[in-house]
Each structure stands twice: as structure tokens, then as C-alpha cells.
């Protein structure tokens, strides 16, 4: 019925129950459901489908539990680094893992430059590194991203669409 609150879901079998009520709903019940379960008025903006998608992971949360606070915080982190990636104009990649023993090879101002990668760091002209970063400033005077300066990221171009970081 519009407007009645909905039964809160057990483990031991309502949540389908309720899942399938809240199919049946419509807009303002939705609204109200998601007022009950979120403890605050639902977002004037959302949609019939966000309302009913928002409203079904409480249903389960309550249900099923949540996750657990690492990864909620794992989960926050990622969050904060996609967020800060799209306020800086790049676009999130995956980071490269690199291997001991591997090697790169980067030439700046006609001079190639080698770095070998170590367990615990990186080796550029004898001297040890904590990060590609710091080598790349080592190499240039100014501060670069060692791994866009080495070639393990993708930059967007003027399209928008990726290419291979060549500076």
C-alpha cells in the first residue's frame, strides 16, 4: 500500500519478500521507505531506480551485513584517489606492478638513462631510490610522476582518449 512502511527483512527469508515489495512501489513510497531506512529525506534528484537500488542494499545490509570496517575503508581510499584523478584532469589506471630485476630504460636530452628495479626500491647510476618520482626528478631537475615519466601510465591526450606518456 502507498505510503505504509515496509516489513524489515530477517535472514531467515523476508528479504526476498521485501525485495519484491519494493518492485511493486511506487515513487512516494519509495521516498518514504528510503526516509525509514536511510534516517534522512531521500535526494529530490534520485530516480525511481536509484530510490529502489538504494533502498534494496539497506534491505540486504540489514539482512545480510554489512562489510567489514578494512574494507569500507579500502573501498573510502579508492574513492578519494578516483576523486582526486578527476579533479586533476588525469583518469584512474591501474598502477603497474613491477618485478626485482626488471629494467627501464628512459633517454632524456639524447642521454639513456637505466634503472633497475630492486626488491625494496629502485638503483639509477649506482645510487638507490624509494621511488621512480625521485629518480625521474633526479634526471630532469623538476618533479615528475616516475612512472608516467618511464612510460607505465597512460596520459589522456586531447581527444580525451589515452596515449603513451612520451615527453
Do not use: N
Amino acid at each position: 500500500m502507498p505510503g505504509e512502511p515496509m516489513p524489515a527483512p530477517t535472514l531467515h527469508g523476508s528479504l526476498e519478500a521485501a525485495l519484491a515489495t519494493i518492485t511493486q512501489a511506487d515513487t512516494k513510497t519509495l521516498q518514504a521507505e528510503w526516509r525509514r531506512l536511510h534516517r534522512a529525506p531521500a535526494p529530490p534528484t534520485l530516480s525511481h531506480d536509484l530510490l529502489l537500488r538504494g533502498i534494496a542494499h539497506k534491505l540486504q545490509e540489514a539482512a545480510l551485513g554489512s562489510l567489514p570496517p578494512a574494507s569500507k575503508r579500502k573501498l573510502a581510499a579508492c574513492k578519494d584517489e578516483a576523486d582526486e584523478e578527476k579533479r586533476s584532469g588525469g583518469c584512474a589506471t591501474p598502477a603497474v606492478r613491477l618485478k626485482a630485476g626488471a629494467t627501464l630504460l628512459r633517454t632524456w636530452h639524447s642521454q639513456t638513462h637505466t634503472v633497475q628495479v630492486l626488491e625494496d626500491g629502485y638503483e639509477h647510476q649506482g645510487q638507490r631510490y624509494a621511488s621512480l618520482s625521485h629518480i625521474a626528478r633526479a634526471i630532469t631537475g623538476a618533479h615528475w610522476s616516475g612512472p608516467r615519466f618511464f612510460g607505465l601510465t597512460k596520459r589522456r591526450g586531447p581527444s580525451g582518449l589515452g596515449s603513451r606518456a612520451d615527453a
